[in-house]
T-cell receptor
Framework: NAGVTQTPKFQVLKTGQSMTLQCAQDMNHEYMSWYRQDPGMGLRLIHYSVGAGITDQGEVPNGYNVSRSTTEDFPLRLLSAAPSQTSVYFC?????????????FGEGSRLTVL | DAKTTQPNSMESNEEEPVHLPCNHSTISGTDYIHWYRQLPSQGPEYVIHGLTSNVNNRMASLAIAEDRKSSTLILHRATLRDAAVYYCILRAVSGTYKYIFGTGTRLKVLA
């Protein structure tokens, strides 16, 4: 069972570089989201999507772009990386229409921006 | 968005029950109460959820106050493997589609 798959698991960038964190799920979930977690802190919502073609901002969207062209994939793009974006990034998905709405998380992507 | 408030940290002895509290005084009538936990160096995992009635599953129990302004996650016999950060969040059924996590409660289990 693949669940939620994130790639890459580790990445080092220089300030100003761009990159895309990939997230894929094989559970046919309508809802997908990205969180960041700074050391010793809780999770903060960056962007989320309730279906293909629909995205919206979370708590900390600045510096990040997302798109949802398919149900399975929800990539997170950093257009010009900054040291403040050094963090662990988690992708999560769930059914939305069902009452449980249990979130399934990926293993995380650790990003360092120098 | 409705917010939750949890103590920053708690301690428990191994094999004793643990009661983790959560306040959500601005909860709306259709918000589900979800609990997740995050083990060290892992992503969060679902623990339990409820709406109005108390709930039990193989991992834990969830006790919900009658006015729904607070809830308590109950681990019946804490083990060292239960040492984690526990998050209480509210899931709206309609309207805003956000799962907002707070800082959670860090549970330390003493051998």
């Amino acid at each position: 069972n693949a669940g939620v798959t994130q790639t890459p698991k580790f990445q080092v960038l220089k300030t100003g570089q761009s990159m895309t964190l990939q997230c894929a799920q094989d559970m046919n979930h309508e809802y997908m989201s990205w969180y960041r977690q700074d050391p010793g802190m809780g999770l903060r919502l960056i962007h989320y999507s309730v279906g293909a073609g629909i995205t919206d901002q979370g708590e900390v969207p600045n510096g990040y772009n997302v798109s949802r062209s398919t149900t399975e994939d929800f990539p997170l793009r950093l257009l010009s990386a900054a040291p403040s974006q050094t963090s662990v990034y988690f992708c999560a998905s769930s059914y939305w229409q069902r009452n449980t709405g249990e979130l399934f998380f990926g293993e995380g992507s650790r990003l360092t921006v120098l | 968005d409705a917010k939750t408030t949890q103590p920053n940290s708690m301690e428990s002895n191994e094999e004793e029950p643990v009661h983790l509290p959560c306040n959500h005084s601005t909860i709306s009538g259709t918000d589900y109460i979800h609990w997740y936990r995050q083990l060290p160096s892992q992503g969060p995992e679902y623990v339990i959820h409820g709406l109005t009635s108390n709930v039990n599953n193989r991992m834990a129990s969830l006790a919900i106050a009658e006015d729904r302004k607070s809830s308590t996650l109950i681990l019946h016999r804490a083990t060292l493997r239960d040492a984690a950060v526990y998050y209480c969040i509210l899931r709206a059924v309609s309207g805003t589609y956000k799962y907002i996590f707070g800082t959670g409660t860090r549970l330390k289990v003493l051998a």
